[in-house]
DNA sequence: AGCCTAATTGCAATGGAATTGCAACAAGAC
DNA sequence: GTCTTGTTGCAATTCCATTGCAATTAGGCT
């Protein structure tokens, strides 16, 4: 079994187990993703898929579809244009923690014990209930 | 003098400071997000100064162009609008501040004095430069 | 106060991302 | 194999943001 044999069935099996049918427009968009090293925008995924002969549309949806899954993650930088990545699942994601996304390269990286000071804590409270932090800044790699 | 007239000196001196024309839609788009305590998006603020007969494209324009002058911030708070801030010098919105956006009904709130513990500090700045904290959550309105 | 010019406005039209409706199609359970 | 239901492709549409242009006006100048 080559490599990628062994990587399209695990691609395929998360989908399933998501409860996604493993379509072969699906499959082709969580293994391009997982395969980036950089969060892709829609019209990225699209460019790359249209050989295939894959929709834009179907794209669209099954970007959203693997979002709501939780097998991808959607990112917003500064040009109000959504960039999708995939999650990996191996990186402790068990317990909600913050994330910090780099504005330049669209990366994510988890930051898990970061917490907030108790006075915070309590001033967020009288706002309501936190459920995700995310802090946005430039990474280290882009400067 | 009453307090709005010196408001409004002040917002237009403020304008004219930073090289543009005082005219009645500019004053007022500033006045507006100077006056209130969270970001505004671009269809609150239309429609707020609908009223005065001001047009959606002019709106528009002097939110960017007030943004360029350095009298406004563009936030995106991931939910795919932009919002503009004022930035007010002297009082606490100038410097960088943590927004907590409810999930529910899409409502902003500053928060000034929610800050990071001192060694979540150390463990953000080993991955980068933090330039905006975000905390989504359900705000107590929408519980 | 009145004039002049460049900045600004309003309106209509445009651009582009994201979404929807629907008929045709295919994944996977039986 | 067949059946059901999720999925796809296409066209049309919605929504937000921007642009071109003629009409208007702020504010410097005399």
Redesign the pocket.
Known sequence: MTQDDESLELVKQAI?EAG???????IAVLQLLRRSSSPL???EVTEQLARS??????V???L??LVEAGLLRRAELRD???RFEAINLDSGHGSAHPHFLCVDCGSVSCLGDVVLTASSQRATAKVGKAIEILIHGHCNDCR
Do not use: E, Y
Request: charged residues 30%; without cysteine; glycine residues 4%.
């Open positions: 399933r996604l049918r493993a379509t072969p427009a699906r925008t829609h019209s002969g894959v929709d834009r549309v179907t669209f949806r099954n959203n579809d109000h244009v959504w």
